[in-house]
């Protein structure tokens, strides 16, 4: 069966501090692999998706990338986080026309 | 660009009800259509997806689509304590995923 895994599970970092928050997926090959955000009491935000190893689509404008380095790898970073860059970040990816979510990176900016 | 409306509620129902959801969306050429539960703090679970006009039933949830009115629906019958979360409703164009900001519902004991 498949599985999706976030790390870390929380995360406080100043602002100016960079990021690195990283998703792997097991148990499939060549999967479309997608990052969101959700902000306190808000929707998912769609940030980046791949359909493969360096293919990234940003769907947001902002301090934020996405890397594949491997098929089932996928990276978000940034070199200086904002305050408005807390939240709730979710890794998914998308088998047979259905989604599947990662358990999620809380992080929090100061 | 494909919009996907909830009533963000929070929506109350007592322990037992019938829990009704309700969901609308903007392109008239979506297929393929999705709920998931979000527990507080916890990551989106599927409960369901529907394709097709009518009624898909699934232990005590039922997923109904009108595509014609351009609608898709979530009961939850004999609603439990545990039940209470926020539904998101979702469609696929095939490539992305769109989301509706969701529903919050309470069923209380």
């Known amino acids: 069966s498949q599985t999706i895994h976030q790390w870390p599970a929380t995360l406080v970092q100043p602002v100016g501090s960079p990021l690195s928050l990283e998703c792997t997926v097991e148990?499939?090959?060549?999967?479309?692999l997608y990052w969101y955000r959700q902000a306190a009491g808000r929707g998912l935000q769609l940030l980046f998706y791949?359909?493969?190893?360096?293919?990234i689509s940003s769907e947001v404008p902002q301090n934020l990338s996405a890397s594949r380095p491997q098929d089932r790898q996928f990276i978000l970073s940034s070199k200086k986080l904002l305050l408005s860059d807390s939240g709730f970040y979710l890794c998914a990816w998308t088998g047979l026309d259905t989604q599947y979510f990662g358990p999620g990176t809380r992080l929090t900016v100061l | 660009q494909k919009e996907v409306e909830q009533n963000s509620g929070p929506l109350s129902v007592p322990e037992g009800a019938i829990a009704s959801l309700n969901c609308t969306y903007s392109?008239?050429?979506?297929?393929?259509f999705f709920w998931y539960r979000q527990y507080s703090g916890k990551s989106p679970e599927l409960i369901m997806f529907?394709?097709?006009?009518g009624d898909k039933e699934d232990g005590r949830f039922t997923a109904q689509l009108n595509k014609a009115s351009q609608y898709v629906s979530l009961l939850i019958r004999d609603s439990q304590p545990s039940d209470s979360a926020t539904y998101l409703c979702?469609?696929?164009?095939?490539?992305?995923?769109?989301f509706g900001t969701g529903t919050s519902l309470t069923v209380i004991p």
């Open positions: 148990g499939t090959s060549n999967p479309n």
């Open positions: 529907i394709y097709s006009n």
């Open positions: 979702a469609l696929s164009d095939g490539n992305q995923f769109y």
């Open positions: 392109d008239r050429g979506s297929q393929s």
């Open positions: 791949s359909v493969g190893i360096g293919q």
